[in-house]
């Protein structure tokens, strides 16, 4: 789940930027974007984290 979302958000940075990059205008503004891929960051981490707690528990 935690990755699902940080997926969803860093494809919301992702083409927000391919946005601006080709001309097509920006969504969100620095700050936004900053916000998002930091947000993404964090999902992503407590993803990994989850699935290395699940690892370890079933290893043991």
Known sequence: MYLG???ILFGTFFLNV?????GGG???SEVSE?????V???FFVAGIL???AAAK????
Request: proline letters at 0%; charged letters at 20%; aromatic letters at 12%.
């Open 50 to 52: 989850k699935r290395e």
């Open 18 to 22: 391919f946005w601006g990059a080709s």
């Open 5 to 7: 979302i940080a997926a």
């Open 26 to 28: 920006i969504y969100l």
């Open 34 to 38: 900053l916000i998002v891929l930091m």
């Open 57 to 60: 528990k079933t290893g043991d």
């Open 40 to 42: 993404s960051v964090v």
